[in-house]
């Protein structure tokens, strides 16, 4: 209906390179959009946003918006996801470390009007190209799920937070602004925390 959204964002961080990278495809009433972004260190390397009419390909099984790919090789499990620009990009695969960490369609994010969804604490693996040779990447990353039709009319702002604590554990945080709320003290938030396999 008017206004949903079903989204998937793939994020992840190489600490020992410095290479940090997010893209998200979203699909809407509206049509698909795709953001990508590609960091070395505070610099940023590539970046790519697009707006369609629709994706090409027919489900997530592999989708994609300009420059940003994702593909499903196994629901829950495997992912892939590819972002080529001039600047950089990379070719990456996510593997699930953990099960879905889904925050509870009762939470206060969810009754404030925002989406509702899953993260999982994953394995990346392939390869990063900052503008010169691809080099491999084998660090933590996650991949969320989120839906729902967003009242943008009634929200300020939805975020979110992530901490990996190792491949074991992560924590993952949402919160919901209203515009009614005043400060971050109003905000609605919720965590869930991920326990590895």
Do not use: K
Request: hydrophobic share 45%.
């Amino acid at each position: 209906g008017p206004g949903f959204v079903d989204a998937v964002t793939f994020s992840f961080g190489d600490v020992p390179q410095g290479v940090f990278g997010v893209g998200r495809l979203s699909l809407g009433d509206g049509g698909a959009s795709a953001i990508g972004a590609l960091f070395e260190g505070r610099r940023l390397v590539a970046s790519f946003a697009a707006d369609a009419d629709a994706p090409d390909g027919e489900d997530w099984s592999d989708l994609s918006v300009g420059a940003l790919r994702t593909g499903t090789a196994e629901p829950l499990a495997r992912w892939s996801v590819s972002l080529e620009t001039e600047g950089g990009g990379f070719d990456l695969g996510f593997q699930a470390l953990a099960a879905p960490a889904r925050f509870p369609v009762d939470a206060a994010p969810a009754r404030a009007g925002g989406p509702q969804g899953y993260e999982q604490l994953c394995r990346v693996q392939g390869s990063v190209s900052t503008g010169g040779a691809p080099r491999p990447v084998d660090c933590l990353g996650q991949r969320g799920h989120c839906w729902g039709a967003i009242d943008w009319d009634a929200i300020e702002s939805v975020r979110s937070l992530s901490a990996w604590l190792g491949p074991d554990a992560a924590v993952f945080v949402s919160a919901v602004r209203t515009r009614a709320a005043r400060s971050h003290a109003d905000d609605a938030l919720a965590a869930v925390v991920a326990e590895g396999y």
